[in-house]
């Protein structure tokens, strides 16, 4: 089954510190991840994808296929980086949307 | 900022009313999606429509019902609700209806049923 988990529902760090967001997945074939944040009163928009292979606001995330995740990381966060992220998985099959996570909220304080 | 803009942002119905929910983008893309988020689930989605024909229908309940008259306006007609249909509604758009394509999301539509 096509799957994914965001283990965490709320994590909180102090600005500054180091940032990882959790996100596994499964599906057998070679999927497509990407990362949707939401801040405080906006719309979802995309973060990241992880072909882009980009850094975004200072995330970056990693593909691991031997341990199927898709982590998002910040060496140093910032109070502005304070949101809910999704991590979502996009099925390498024509016509399939995008399979999202329950979510991660992202509290940082000062 | 032309996007995908949702109306109203704010809606609040009984449950014996009928309401509709009007999603436009402007972005030229030829799918559009409805998504319900609810405070402890995933966001679930509902419809999708590619090129106007609904290619996907999530086992959402018959009292939603969507329509899209074209590739740029998406509709979500509401009858006879249910309390734990109050939720966040999201459309979102996407260049074509295949192949992981990154998705456009609206501030959504937050419905609350009494």
């Known amino acids: 089954a096509q799957r994914v988990t965001q283990p965490e529902k709320l994590l909180s760090v102090f600005k500054g510190a180091p940032v990882e967001l959790k996100c596994n997945y499964s599906y057998s074939g070679s999927p497509e991840l990407f990362w949707y944040v939401q801040y405080s009163r906006q719309r979802l928009q995309l973060l990241l994808r992880h072909i882009s292979r980009e850094s975004i606001k200072g995330f970056t995330a990693d593909l691991n296929k031997g341990e199927t995740s898709f982590h998002l990381k910040k060496p140093f966060a910032q109070e502005e980086d304070s949101a809910m992220y999704y991590c979502a998985l996009g099925p390498n099959q024509a016509g399939t949307a995008l399979i999202f996570g329950k979510g991660t909220t992202l509290s940082v304080s000062s | 900022e032309t996007g995908v803009t949702q109306t109203p942002r704010h809606l609040v119905m009984g449950m014996t009313n009928k309401k509709s929910l009007k999603c436009e983008q402007h972005?030229?893309?030829?799918?559009m999606y409805w998504y319900k988020q609810s405070a402890k689930k995933p966001l679930e989605l509902m419809f999708v429509?590619?090129?106007?024909?609904?290619?996907e229908n999530n086992s959402v309940p018959s009292r939603f019902s969507p329509e899209c008259p074209n590739s740029s306006h998406l509709f979500l007609h509401l009858h006879t609700l249910q309390p734990e249909d109050s939720a966040l509604y999201l459309c979102a758009s996407s260049q074509e209806w295949e192949m992981n394509q990154p998705q456009h999301f609206g501030d959504g539509t937050r419905l609350s049923i009494l």
């Open positions: 972005l030229g893309h030829n799918a």
């Open positions: 429509y590619s090129l106007e024909e609904r290619v």
